[in-house]
Structures are given as structure tokens and as C-alpha cells.
């Protein structure tokens, strides 16, 4: 048997799981990052140095038809009885002071984050008007703590000398990148070294990187 995707609201409270009446059809995950470029004397191209990672976005559609035999019987024909608890996710829960974190679970596939954005559209009804059939667009994004990130990227701390071999077609802008995340600590490592020319380091030369 498929198994059934679903959606677990966590806010104040035990948390809430909203059925998927139909699996989706498919999902999109994206993810950007954020580069800087800088313009360096003497360089035929500038230098693109990271600034941050943005957040990874998972987009769907869900659709949701209360006179489909998945619905027990007896249940509320009411359509909003299962879109509407997904649209609160976008209201502020009193007690969090935002909105509550959501999770997309579907098989081995799970998505923690918020839901950024929903957009429900209404295609079926019944004669008193009462809507039985609707289709959902839902992004979420991840998000996460200050600590888990440093688990998933750990970088080496710049606090601290380290030594460093220059290797053919190195400069000192690039290698102030690599250690500090700015390529224009170049001038630390310059000092370091009593290197006076920056273009002229020749490779298997041995540096020392100073902490900042």
C-alpha cells in the first residue's frame, strides 16, 4: 500500500498531524548561496568572496477532494476542514510569539522548516455552496539554530597561527579568503611573512597565518 504523505504542526502543545489526502504529484527543493565580488589591483577578475548560505525552499501542491473514498465516512464534507489548519500555520501562535514550525513527511523524505506561503483555490462545491474539492500550493523553508549550523559547516577557527604552503598560481588575496572568509586580510599574512610584493610568492613557499 502507498503510503500517505502528511503535514505535523508543531505549536504550543502536542503537535498536530493534517492528513494528505493525495500524495503529491511532485516536489521541488532549491537552495542559493550569497557571493560578493571584489574588485582586486593587479587581478584580471575580481575575487567572489562568500557571505552566506540561504535557506533550502520545498515547494508543492496538494489537492484535497472530501468526496473521495479516502475520506472516512461520516467525516466533514467540508473541504476546510483540512486546508484550514495548514493556513493557521501562518498565523502567530500566542504562546511562541510566531508562527508555529512545520514538517513535510512523505516516505523517507521529510522537510522540517515554517510555511512561508499557501494558496488554496476552491474547484468544487456543493448546491448549499459548501466546498468539497480544493488545491493547495504550499513553500516551506528550513531553518535552523546557530549551533547546528556550525555542526553541518564546522570551519577552523581563525583565532589561532596555522602554517600554510604556497602552491603554484596562489596569491595572498585568495588564501585571506580560505582563512578568513575576507580577501582583504591579505595584508596580515603579507606582514607575517615580510613578503613586500604580494605577486610574488613562489610556490612551496611556507607561510605563517596569523590569527586575527
Known amino acids: 500500500m502507498l503510503e500517505k504523505a ?6 504550543e502543545g502536542a503537535p498536530k498531524t493534517v492528513p494528505v489526502l493525495f500524495n503529491p504529484e511532485n516536489y521541488d527543493l532549491s537552495r542559493s548561496v550569497n557571493y560578493a565580488k571584489l574588485s582586486v589591483p593587479g587581478l ?3 575575487i567572489l568572496q562568500f557571505i552566506n548560505g540561504q535557506e533550502t525552499t ?5 489537492h484535497f477532494d472530501t ?4 475520506v472516512p465516512k461520516g467525516a466533514d464534507e467540508d473541504v476546510r476542514a483540512y486546508t484550514a489548519p495548514i493556513l ?3 498565523r502567530i501562535d500566542g504562546a511562541l510569539h510566531a508562527p508555529p514550525t512545520a514538517a513535510f513527511f512523505w516516505g523517507s523524505f521529510s522537510f522540517a522548516g515554517v510555511i512561508t506561503n499557501a494558496k488554496q483555490s476552491f474547484t468544487m462545491f456543493l448546491p448549499s455552496g459548501k466546498p468539497v474539492r480544493a488545491r493547495m500550493d504550499l513553500t516551506f523553508e528550513s531553518v535552523g539554530s546557530i549551533r547546528d549550523e ?3 559547516s564546522p570551519f577552523e577557527s581563525p583565532d589561532r597561527t596555522k602554517l600554510r604552503y604556497s602552491e603554484q598560481g596562489f596569491d595572498l588575496w585568495r588564501l ?3 582563512e578568513y572568509g575576507d580577501a582583504g586580510k591579505w595584508r596580515l599574512i603579507a606582514e607575517a611573512n615580510d613578503i ?3 605577486l610574488k610568492c613562489p610556490a612551496g613557499t611556507r607561510l605563517k597565518i596569523p590569527p586575527i
Not at 520545498?58 to 496538494?62: A, I, Q
Request: hydrophobic letters at 45%; charged letters at 15%.
Open 6 to 11: 502528511k503535514i505535523i504542526l508543531y505549536g
Open 44 to 46: 584580471n577578475n575580481p
Open 58 to 62: 520545498l515547494t508543492l501542491t496538494l
Open 67 to 70: 468526496l473521495n473514498d479516502f
Open 88 to 90: 493557521n500555520a501562518l
Open 150 to 152: 556550525k555542526k553541518q
Open 176 to 178: 585571506a579568503w580560505a
Open 196 to 198: 613586500h610584493n604580494p
